[in-house]
């Protein structure tokens, strides 16, 4: 009951008219990035974090909450009216979304998605709201050793899952590994790869980072004109087909339990959460031959599942400060950027924010639901922006914003500098998530290795002293073992999807 | 003749009527608070709720802007503070013993003499803390555990060459018992594992544990003032107990050096008003902020005593791997 007194206490800071406008814009800006191809989610908060530096924590959290939400949402509109999805979280939504659309119906196939979205989040939110706090005052628990075992897990998972070529995600991964090396050692005072530069001594500063990988590579990409589409005509009137609800709910009980379940798993999330609710829920069907085809089931399980993991994958963020995806990484930069440290702490010394930080979550939810209702028509004009002119404005976005975190040039040349390798690594098809994640993971396990070593005088057995060690080591054999698995995988999918189309 | 006179004269006239009317005019411009941690952080947030006094308090319509000029534990800020041109528009806050200890351990682009101290605030002494079933409330005890406990004592502290980790190393040779340092990122980490039952003791701020002393989970051995501190007023000082052990962490003003004297005077008064002023002094207890105010010489014979003390931990105990 301690959760809904808190959730009663951080309510009022949440209906105030700035934390309103600002889940209304987060969530105006998300749709409208998820729908843009080439931009997604992460960079939306990536771009927009520096920026809402100087604001309350609140309002800026319940900007990103509204991006996060809504992109996941913007991404299947695309997919359905050109059959290009906006975000990777949207491809199984082109299966049913965009034969639908063809049919004649656009418009449903528009509503299926924004309601079935809109549940997902909802749905997502409460979970979050309601297993984030107990799950916390377990972290308590979390000795040194298991955090260790936690970071090396989250590693493992990240560069074998995220990558489709594991020694890709591994190279990625050690990028991200470097830099984290950078700056004073802080168990020992040393200085490591600062090469005498006080500006390099308190380390690589995550948002420098994550803006420089995310937002630079697709601006470039804009203003090359590699991104965008050429939107002609797009027809989204549609006939007034009936909505067909008693069907569905069936449907989103099992995507969003899909969703939820692996937005719990680092490294999987959205994409696979989509994915995986299509294939699951044209197997329990009694026609799956009609999937593929404009089923209306066939969009409502994906868009439930990728909206219902956009809580879940904040669980492991908030209480352990493990991000479990990219987006989990960005949020909980800009959580760090406002002096919200991740852990037990955070629900008790920071309860309204971080209680109405979880409330934005469903919030935005809502507010997706009627700006999506209101204003599909609208996004269309979306996908006919010129990318010539979006290019340069998130550039200068990126760069004032970085800039005004610590008033340095020094990390806006970084920044830059991290955003050409981004450039570089896309183009070798070296994803960019594992590097991100690992200047955050790196650190924590190379601390808490160091520091569970130290108290226990350099006895390596205490690395396997706990319950919580072996789960979470035996979890990391088991990822680094997960590639032959997913190779299986991939080859049924690929079946389904040539069945499908 | 006569008109080189009348001129002179004149001219003269001019200069010493200009005199105090400048001083009087000071500030005539924005002044510029240099900040060397995050927005948001404990230094951040006490600037910012003293800024307002300090301009209410300073003759004019005077504003100060607070730049944040975080990284390399305070390194980038005190530097820019110490190479700021000392015109009297440039002052910044100095964290100690950060700004003492970042120039014994490491080559910086500053010492002691670049600044101009302006005023000691803040004074927070450090503390021991222990788990309240530790089975000891004091140092005694402690040091009658440290000689039965097989191995060394751990301690955990918010990082290397911190006033928490110096302390400890003071301690440890005072009371001639084997401690093992154990560096965490934040006073909150340090918590967590002392709750977790990971390390035997914290060494931090009081202010970080006194929450926790309330409530029951931790106990405080120990605080480390030449006097008690007001909001802890039943814990015994390290002194009381026999340990010779004061350290704790200040944040004070400073100007680099140079610094205009009459813009000294005039900021030193609003400081001063500022920090007596007993809306501040409320907003200052609501955050738990030890207000301790020094003048710009108190402080600065406080600075000169710190650092010889802290180069001769230096010179017995390097805290930093060589």
């Known amino acids: 009951?301690?959760?809904?007194?808190?959730?009663?206490?951080?309510?009022?800071?949440?209906?105030?008219?700035?934390?309103?406008?600002?889940?209304?814009?987060?969530?105006?800006?998300?749709?409208?990035?998820?729908?843009?191809?080439?931009?997604?989610?992460?960079?939306?908060?990536?771009?927009?974090?520096?920026?809402?530096?100087?604001?309350?924590?609140?309002?800026?959290?319940?900007?990103?909450?509204?991006?996060?939400?809504?992109?996941?949402?913007?991404?299947?509109?695309?997919?359905?009216?050109?059959?290009?999805?906006?975000?990777?979280?949207?491809?199984?939504?082109?299966?049913?979304?965009?034969?639908?659309?063809?049919?004649?119906?656009?418009?449903?196939?528009?509503?299926?998605?924004?309601?079935?979205?809109?549940?997902?989040?909802?749905?997502?939110?409460?979970?979050?709201?309601?297993?984030?706090?107990?799950?916390?005052?377990?972290?308590?628990?979390?000795?040194?050793?298991?955090?260790?075992?936690?970071?090396?897990?989250?590693?493992?998972?990240?560069?074998?899952?995220?990558?489709?070529?594991?020694?890709?995600?591994?190279?990625?991964?050690?990028?991200?590994?470097?830099?984290?090396?950078?700056?004073?050692?802080?168990?020992?005072?040393?200085?490591?790869?600062?090469?005498?530069?006080?500006?390099?001594?308190?380390?690589?500063?995550?948002?420098?980072?994550?803006?420089?990988?995310?937002?630079?590579?697709?601006?470039?990409?804009?203003?090359?004109?590699k991104a965008g589409i050429a939107a002609g005509h797009i027809d989204v009137s549609g006939s007034r087909a009936k909505f067909p609800w008693h069907t569905l709910v069936p449907v989103w009980i099992r995507s969003s339990v899909i969703g939820l379940v692996i937005g719990l798993i680092p490294a999987l999330g959205g994409n696979i959460a989509a994915l995986l609710a299509w294939n699951e829920q044209r197997r329990w069907t009694k026609n799956p031959g009609a999937y593929g085809t404009g089923e209306p089931d066939g969009i409502a399980a994906p868009e439930c599942a990728n909206n219902a993991d956009t809580g879940a994958t904040l669980i492991p963020a908030l209480t352990l400060g493990i991000p479990g995806?990219?987006?989990?990484?960005?949020?909980?930069?800009?959580?760090?950027?406002?002096?919200?440290?991740?852990?037990?702490?955070?629900?008790?010394?920071?309860?309204?924010?971080?209680?109405?930080?979880?409330?934005?979550?469903?919030?935005?939810?809502?507010?997706?639901?009627?700006?999506?209702?209101?204003?599909?028509?609208?996004?269309?004009?979306?996908?006919?922006?010129?990318?010539?002119?979006?290019?340069?404005?998130?550039?200068?976005?990126?760069?004032?914003?970085?800039?005004?975190?610590?008033?340095?040039?020094?990390?806006v040349w970084l920044m830059l500098g991290f955003g050409a390798l981004g450039f570089l690594m896309e183009r070798l098809a070296i994803?960019?998530?594992?590097?991100?994640?690992?200047?955050?993971?790196?650190?924590?396990?190379?601390?808490?290795?160091?520091?569970?070593?130290?108290?226990?005088?350099?006895?390596?057995?205490?690395?396997?002293?706990?319950?919580?060690?072996?789960?979470?080591?035996?979890?990391?054999?088991?990822?680094?073992?997960?590639?032959?698995?997913?190779?299986?995988?991939?080859?049924?999918?690929a079946r389904t999807g040539a069945e499908a189309s | 003749?006569?008109?080189?006179?009348?001129?002179?004269?004149?001219?003269?006239?001019?200069?010493?009527?200009?005199?105090?009317?400048?001083?009087?005019?000071?500030?005539?411009?924005?002044?510029?608070?240099?900040?060397?941690?995050?927005?948001?952080?404990?230094?951040d947030v006490a600037a910012r709720t003293l800024v307002p006094y300090i301009e209410e308090h300073l003759p004019g319509d005077a504003t100060i802007n607070v730049i944040n000029r975080p990284g390399a534990g305070g390194e980038i800020g005190f530097t820019a503070l110490a190479n700021a041109d000392p015109d009297g528009y440039t002052i910044g806050f100095v964290n100690l013993p950060n700004l003492l200890s970042i120039a014994i351990q490491r080559e910086t682009d500053y010492e002691l003499s670049s600044f101009q101290p302006v005023a000691d605030i803040v004074y927070d002494p450090g503390g021991f803390g222990a788990s309240a079933d530790a089975g000891f409330d004091d140092l005694e005890g402690l040091v009658e555990y440290a000689e039965n406990k097989s191995g060394p004592v751990t301690y955990g502290t918010t990082g290397i060459g911190s006033d928490d980790h110096l302390a400890a190393l003071t301690f440890a040779r005072q009371a001639g018992i084997e401690m093992r340092h154990i560096p965490f990122s934040g006073a909150a980490d340090v918590r967590a594992a002392l709750l977790g039952g990971q390390i035997d003791l914290a060494s931090t701020n009081v202010s970080e544990l006194i929450d926790y002393a309330d409530s029951g989970d931790v106990v405080i051995l120990g605080q480390m003032g030449e006097e008690r501190w007001s909001e802890a007023s039943d814990i015994p000082t390290f002194q009381e107990q026999g340990f010779d052990v004061v350290m704790g962490s200040d944040r004070g003003l400073a100007a680099p050096a140079g610094f205009p004297e009459d813009a000294l005077a005039t900021l030193q008064t609003a400081v001063e008003a500022a920090v007596a002023d007993p809306e501040f002094q409320e907003r200052a207890q609501e955050q738990r902020l030890p207000l301790s105010f020094m003048d710009a010489e108190a402080f600065g014979a406080k600075l000169d005593r710190m650092n010889e003390n802290l180069q001769g931990i230096w010179e017995e105990q390097p805290w930093v791997e060589q």
């Not at chain 1, 020694?167 to 990028?175: D, E, R, T």
């Not at chain 1, 987006?327 to 010394?349: C, D, I, N, T």
């Not at chain 2, 003749?1 to 005539?28: D, F, H, N």
């Open chain 1, 1 to 225: 009951m301690e959760i809904f007194s808190a959730i009663a206490s951080a309510a009022p800071g949440v209906f105030t008219i700035p934390v309103i406008i600002a889940m209304f814009i987060g969530t105006v800006v998300g749709i409208g990035v998820g729908a843009l191809p080439g931009l997604s989610a992460t960079m939306g908060i990536a771009v927009l974090i520096p920026l809402t530096f100087s604001l309350e924590p609140l309002v800026a959290l319940g900007m990103v909450a509204g991006i996060y939400n809504g992109a996941m949402y913007g991404g299947s509109i695309p997919a359905i009216l050109l059959r290009i999805p906006g975000t990777p979280a949207g491809i199984a939504t082109v299966f049913d979304g965009h034969e639908m659309a063809k049919k004649g119906n656009p418009k449903l196939a528009l509503d299926i998605s924004l309601v079935s979205s809109s549940l997902g989040s909802a749905v997502s939110a409460i979970a979050l709201l309601l297993l984030a706090p107990p799950l916390a005052a377990i972290a308590l628990k979390f000795g040194q050793a298991d955090y260790f075992w936690l970071a090396v897990f989250g590693l493992t998972a990240i560069s074998v899952l995220l990558a489709g070529n594991p020694v890709k995600g591994f190279l990625s991964a050690c990028l991200g590994l470097f830099v984290g090396l950078i700056g004073i050692d802080a168990l020992t005072g040393n200085q490591r790869f600062t090469f005498d530069t006080p500006d390099l001594l308190s380390g690589v500063n995550i948002i420098v980072i994550l803006t420089g990988l995310y937002a630079i590579p697709p601006a470039i990409d804009l203003m090359t004109g």
């Open chain 1, 431 to 493: 994803p960019t998530a594992p590097a991100v994640l690992a200047v955050i993971l790196g650190p924590i396990a190379e601390e808490s290795l160091r520091r569970a070593l130290l108290i226990s005088g350099g006895d390596m057995s205490v690395l396997l002293a706990g319950p919580i060690s072996w789960m979470l080591a035996a979890l990391t054999i088991i990822a680094v073992l997960s590639p032959l698995w997913k190779a299986i995988q991939s080859r049924r999918a």
């Open chain 2, 1 to 43: 003749m006569k008109l080189t006179s009348k001129i002179l004269c004149v001219a003269l006239g001019s200069t010493v009527l200009a005199g105090p009317a400048i001083a009087q005019e000071y500030p005539e411009r924005p002044i510029d608070m240099i900040v060397a941690y995050s927005a948001g952080g404990g230094t």
């Open chain 1, 325 to 411: 995806n990219a987006v989990a990484a960005v949020v909980l930069g800009a959580l760090l950027v406002h002096g919200l440290r991740p852990g037990p702490e955070l629900f008790r010394a920071n309860a309204d924010v971080v209680y109405g930080f979880m409330l934005t979550m469903l919030v935005t939810a809502g507010f997706m639901w009627v700006i999506g209702k209101f204003g599909s028509r609208l996004y269309v004009n979306v996908l006919r922006m010129p990318g010539k002119l979006l290019g340069p404005f998130v550039l200068g976005l990126t760069i004032v914003g970085v800039y005004s975190i610590h008033n340095s040039m020094f990390e």
